[in-house]
């Protein structure tokens, strides 16, 4: 007789017969039993039924059971049911059971891969789901949220408006007005400009009974007339210039849109005849315009450069400038030019920004300062005051030479070209976006200048002077 121990973990036991019967092409291991040998009965107790069910589902699942069944007669059975261990090694659980199982080390390499896919599962299945973080936004509070939202969008935008935008590029030649000449171009054709300035691109003069009154102010926008202090601005500077009366032929540096030379042809009557000269022919076409509308036929403009002019020398009684200076790229060329056509015994008179005269010289700041005025209007650099006049008698050509700051007769201007927008926003709110961004910017320029020239980075210079008058030949004789 023959005798068998059959020892095993039910749930176990269960899985080691699935992966067996999948590899016998999906037939159940548990349904698989060893041949009866003859004279032997097999149990028919509940480990038995544990065996066929795989050990699922029993409750047993904690307890072991070691079954061994010897034969004494062939009819005689005795069962011995002992403790299993608390736990197994997988190489034990692993251990083929029956003969049909195959080779120990395949079918504990199985038993281990499904264990692991199991554990796997479970554990997969048993995770929760991950709680999504809390984002930042939702756990500052809203009013401080909107705080950062607002500083960081004006950061921003005062970052794009501290950057210039329209720094000179070139002059003119070949064809091409430059840099200078496409920007009054532009203004010509918006008209915003005239609108608030008038035909005058020039600041405006505020006497001191002006300033008393509050000219100039948010408040006294309307005590002076920004346009009519233009006008004054003209009158007053003809006035310094010491010009003797009627003078036969002006010649208008830089004339714009042609306000000044319009007035000085009035001013002065028709025995007078003003010629004007600017970069951009978009200006000459609006002034001769302008000039035909008003009647004034002593006044005529054209299209020339001021470096390079056409005229022969000792041309002009009167040669004024105003405010063109600050676009010439250079100041000697531009001055030296002026006073070749001035004939012998005529006047010149410039008006122009200036910055300060060094040294001292400019500290980080102030550096910045100016940058950023020469580059958002198109100027190539400034000059002081000093350095004009050297310019002016180091051609050896002047008789006088005298120079005065007006930086107080004019810085009203600055934020008074703003209140009048404040007071008339009109023509710019239905011009659309793009001349909302550009009058901010221009507002922005307007309040720096001003500030540049109140803490006297920037000066308002006044040059003006005599040429000489050639001396008369000598008249051949005894006594010569």
Known sequence: MSAFALRAQPALLGSAARLSGHRRGGRRASAARPRRAAGVAYPTSAAASADASGGAGDGESQRSVATEVTPT?????????????????IKELSAPVLASHGDAAAAAARAEGAIAQTSTAVAVAAAPAPTPPKSLAASIPTPVLGAAVLLAASLGVKTILDKPSRAYTDGPGEGKVG??????????????????WGEHIHLGYYSDEDMAKGAGTLIGCNVKNFIEAKFDFVDKMFEWSGCPPEPARVLDVGCGIGGTSRHLAKLLGTKSQVQGITLSPNQVERATELAKTQGVENASFQVMNALQMEFEDNTFDLVWACESGEHMPDKKKYVQEMIRV???????????????????????????????LYEE????YFISIEEYVRLMEGTEAMATVGSANWVRETIRSWRHSIWVGVYDPW??????PRMWYKTVREIVTLERMHRAFDCDLMTYGMMKGTKKVAPEPKKAGWFS
């Open 427 to 432: 023509p710019v709110v239905f011009a659309g």
């Open 342 to 372: 001035l004939k012998p015994g005529g006047t010149i008179v410039i008006a122009t920004w200036c910055q300060r005269e060094t040294p001292p010289a400019f500290n980080a700041v102030e550096q910045a300062n100016l940058k950023f």
């Open 377 to 380: 209007w198109a100027h190539p």
């Open 73 to 89: 007669s062939t009819t005689a059975t005795e069962v011995e049911v002992a403790a299993a261990p608390a736990a197994l090694s």
């Open 179 to 196: 840099s200078v000449g496409q920007e009054y171009d532009a203004w010509t054709e918006e008209g915003i400009l005239e609108y608030y």
